[in-house]
């Protein structure tokens, strides 16, 4: 079983930045195609950022440019380094591991409020 704790939410104000980590537990994430989504109230789950064991990232179209998702192998972790911050970024942000195609190995975090003030 796999663990992702997730941590790097806030207040902040528009413009400004954050950096999410998710920290894996009980698995390698080089072994794994990670992503972060983010939920607002009232709103479906949104694809934020994905990064592949290929190496290949992706993006949402309301982030590129101001985002940016990254590994440390070493620390066994996963960032999300979101800069330029505006109040509809204001979310849940979840971190989603997937080790395999089955959903026995996908695993998600408990979630961290990002909250950016106008």
């Known amino acids: 079983q796999v663990q992702l704790m997730e941590s790097g939410g806030g207040l902040v104000q528009a413009g400004g930045s954050l950096r999410l980590s998710c920290a894996a537990v009980?698995?390698?994430?080089?072994?794994?195609?990670f992503g972060w989504y983010r939920q607002a109230p009232g709103k479906q789950r949104e694809l934020v950022a994905t990064?592949?064991?290929?190496?290949?990232?992706n993006y949402g179209d309301s982030v590129k440019g101001r985002f940016a998702i990254s590994r440390d192998n070493a620390e066994n972790t996963v960032y999300l380094q979101m800069n330029s911050l505006k109040p509809e970024d204001t979310a849940v942000y979840y971190c989603?591991?997937?080790?395999?195609?089955?959903?026995?190995?996908?695993?998600w975090g408990q979630g961290t409020q990002v909250t950016v003030s106008s």
């Open positions: 989603n591991a997937k080790f395999g195609d089955s959903s026995d190995y996908n695993f």
């Open positions: 009980g698995g390698l994430i080089s072994r794994a195609d």
């Open positions: 990064s592949r064991t290929s190496g290949l990232t």
